[in-house]
């Protein structure tokens, strides 16, 4: 019978079948040990010459790195073996022999690696990190769900921008210009008049002009937007989630949490409350370490580190300067110059993991935001819209999701949370 690695714990004593590939080998003469990997986890396999077919035997000492195979076997609880069972082969068929793999079990460089990305993806490491990413959209998904949210998609294809000009990817659309999609932001704004509720999750695209650890420029991005609900609630819904997420891959992704040597005691730490600070904290706290910045300043990567550095969760720094945020910000009633933001800086260094805030809600005001901003106004008729018939205050937030996996993971660049990373200068493969 077939059955996947990860299930093999309930087949003890029996004889199965396992279809994968071969990710190591080592001989001792009358014993070859075999781990073979199927996509679910690593198994070792036991072939022995005198109990198997010499034919077998000599096959088996043969295969090569991710050569393709049948293996057939008994299930055998030991302790020593990687995962706590073995198999004990009766019979190993190829389905193809590989020649010369390339990533060879030792260290590589991230240049060499790269480019080999879709043969890199069968490491055991980046296997852990798919296996979270998959958990934690789940888990992100399944908050929203659980709390009445209807998932509505956004368009890929936009005529407008939304979180500036200048990192849009223009596409020729039948002679129209027109561009990938930055944010679903102001389509969810549309789609909470119909629905209160909504969330969209999508690939997003920044024609981003810098190399970081923290920048693709096609990543995912999960975006909650609610009717009636202002600043103070959008921070709550924000830290209920970032709570959830951690706390689901805690139960559910462990395993893989070991795999990668992250250090598992940095996210049981995580507990509400997160701390709140304004801007104008936040520039008090960068400034006992860099005297030269100046409140207005926008926040850099090196910012944002100093900022967590001092706590152990993460941390929501609000009420930013109109001047560093987007035309679609409400302004503080209290003091204009201050704009109704948030955003959620992680731990460890892993930079701003959400961004969101209050809406404008007021229609005059936003048509002069627009023309502030020297945006084409026709292109924004529809949003504009949606301030004349039944404004209402409104909020909402844009988690990326490869940094959340990135903090969760306790790795250092975003490349290695998606599955084919976009950057400047790659896209390949
Ligand atoms: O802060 P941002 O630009 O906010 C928005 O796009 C809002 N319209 C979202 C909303 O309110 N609905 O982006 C949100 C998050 C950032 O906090 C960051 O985690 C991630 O998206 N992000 C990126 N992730 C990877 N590569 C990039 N180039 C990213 N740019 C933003
Ligand atoms: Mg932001």
């Not at 005198?50 to 195979?69: H, N, P, R, W, Y």
């Not at 850099?300 to 009420?319: L, M, Q, Y």
């Not at 292109?379 to 301030?387: E, G, K, P, S, V």
Request: net charge negative; proline share 5%; aromatic share 10%.
């Amino acid at each position: 019978m077939h059955v996947y690695i990860e299930d093999i714990g309930k087949y003890e004593g029996k004889d199965v079948v396992i279809k994968g590939w071969l990710y190591n080998k080592r001989s001792s003469g009358k014993i070859h040990f075999i781990l073979v990997r199927d996509g679910t986890g690593i198994i070792q396999a036991v072939v022995t010459k005198g109990e198997v077919e010499d034919e077998i035997f000599d096959g088996a000492g043969k295969i090569t790195q991710e050569s393709s195979l049948i293996l057939k076997g008994t299930v055998r609880k030991d302790e020593r073996a990687p995962g706590g069972y073995e198999i004990v082969a009766n019979d190993l068929q190829t389905f193809q022999i590989a020649q010369d793999y390339p990533i060879t079990p030792k260290e590589h460089s991230i240049e060499f690696l790269l480019p080999l990305r879709h043969l890199w993806l069968r490491s055991r490491k980046q296997n852990a990190i798919l296996r979270i990413r998959h958990e934690l959209i789940k888990a992100c998904r399944d908050f929203f769900d659980d709390r009445g949210f209807i998932n509505t998609d956004t368009p890929i294809l936009t005529p407008a921008s939304v979180e500036g000009t200048t990192t849009l990817f223009p596409v020729d659309y039948y002679g129209e210009k027109v561009y990938l999609a930055q944010s679903g932001q102001l389509y969810n704004e549309a789609t909470i008049g119909a629905l209160g509720k909504v969330y969209c999750f999508g690939p997003t695209f920044r024609a981003e002009k810098s190399k970081t650890r923290r920048h693709l420029t096609e990543f995912w991005m999960l975006e909650p937007e609610v009717a009636f609900l202002e600043l103070d609630g959008v921070i709550q819904l924000a830290e209920d989630m970032t709570v959830s997420i951690v706390e689901r891959i805690l139960e559910n992704r462990r395993k893989e949490l070991e795999v990668l040597g992250r250090d598992i005691q940095k996210l049981e730490n995580i507990r509400k409350p997160f701390p709140r600070i304004t801007y104008k904290e936040a520039v008090e706290i960068i400034k006992t370490k860099e005297k030269d910045f100046r409140y207005g300043d926008d926040f850099g990567a090196p910012h944002e580190t100093i900022i967590s550095e001092n706590f152990d969760c993460p941390v929501f720094v609000h009420h930013y300067p109109t001047g560093l945020k987007a035309f679609y910000m409400k302004r503080d009633p209290d003091d204009d110059t201050l704009s109704l933001s948030v955003d959620m800086i992680g731990p460890e260094g892993v930079g701003e993991l959400i961004g969101g805030g209050q809406r404008e809600d007021d229609c005059d005001v936003l048509l002069k935001r627009v023309r502030e901003n020297k945006l084409p106004e026709d292109a924004y008729q529809w949003y504009l819209d949606l301030r004349k018939y039944g404004t209402c205050p409104h909020s909402g937030f844009g988690l990326g999701i490869e940094r959340m996996i990135a903090w969760v993971c306790g790795i250092k660049h975003v490349r290695e949370t998606i599955p084919f990373p976009r950057m400047l200068e790659r896209v390949y493969p």
